[in-house]
């Protein structure tokens, strides 16, 4: 069922500040989806930077306060859709021990 755009923002509004919930249901669709073409998916969380993408991760590091911000002004925009919500909210999360939990956890159910 399609998000209304009002439980998106709601979503994102809950502390913590990302849905940590929606990750562990996203993992499980993804198992799921590789699962259906006959793949085993192995995930591997090494809690590891990746070096080759550290000038790409402090870039988008450093743009959050930004994103932060046209976030909130999409939240007062009624012809935002959820899709350019969505695509804000993502770019202004980063990613956090409860979050890589909640993802470790549904991989392993």
Do not use: C, W
Not at 70 to 88: C, F, G, N
Not at 89 to 100: F, G, H, N, S
């Amino acid at each position: 069922p399609m998000l209304k755009r009002t439980e998106v923002i709601d979503d994102f509004n809950m502390i913590p500040k990302v849905p940590v919930t929606a990750i562990g249901v996203l993992v499980k669709e993804l198992i799921a989806l590789i699962r259906s073409a006959s793949f085993e998916p192995l995930f591997v969380f090494d809690g590891q930077r990746h070096p080759p993408k550290a000038e790409t991760n402090m870039k988008r590091y450093s743009q959050i306060p930004t994103v932060l911000e046209a976030l909130k002004k999409a939240y007062e925009d009624p012809s935002k859709t959820v899709i350019e919500i969505r695509r804000l909210q993502k770019e202004a999360a980063t990613l956090r021990p409860d979050i890589l939990f909640e993802a470790m956890k549904a991989a392993s159910e």
